[in-house]
């Protein structure tokens, strides 16, 4: 009978498990009970244990919670897959209906909001897949739609930076001066904006 590999703290992948399935369970009650995504979750760790050892099993404390990291990821997009596929099945949809949103098509869809551009942003992801061309069945403007929502969503000074910096182009370094902090600050307040913004539209693909 197959063990866990020599190193392996079981006690770790349980207490990963759990932290990865409970944030999973709060996402996706209605649809997902938190046994079950636990159940998938270890599931997952079994078949993958010389995978959970790369991650696990490592001398540096340091390089060990980058492990414990990576392992949250992998986790966290097995959970997400068996997640939606309940969500499907019991909202009456298929995957394949599903898209997706990244921070860069978010970006550029921020861009034709602020600057009425008529050119089409790139492609979300569809199931797995990337779509055919926004501008086909209407997605384009849905897609607008969505992002514009999300964004109105946003408090006023967060919303003043990303259209300066996003769509009329003004330098980070500036922003900053005018509010005395850092052009990283202005940059990673637009930047968790986007990922805020693609969260609420679902959140990244789990499908790669």
Known sequence: MSEWPEGVNVDDVNDIVSIVAG????????WSELEDIRQTLHEWCWRKREKVAEYLVRDDPKDRKSGQAAMMRSLH???ARHCRREKAAKAGYEISDEYFYSTALVEDVLKVIINGDASHPGKPEHG???????????NFIAIVADVRNAMHGMDVETRALMINLLGVGIPAEQLARDRSISPQAVR???????????RQLGGESPWR
């Open 188 to 198: 990673q307040r637009v930047q968790r904006a986007c990922v805020k913004i693609v």
């Open 128 to 138: 797995g897949k990337n779509m055919g061309d926004p501008a086909e069945g209407g």
């Open 23 to 30: 944030s999973l369970h709060r996402t996706y009650r209605e």
């Open 77 to 79: 997009r097995e959970g």
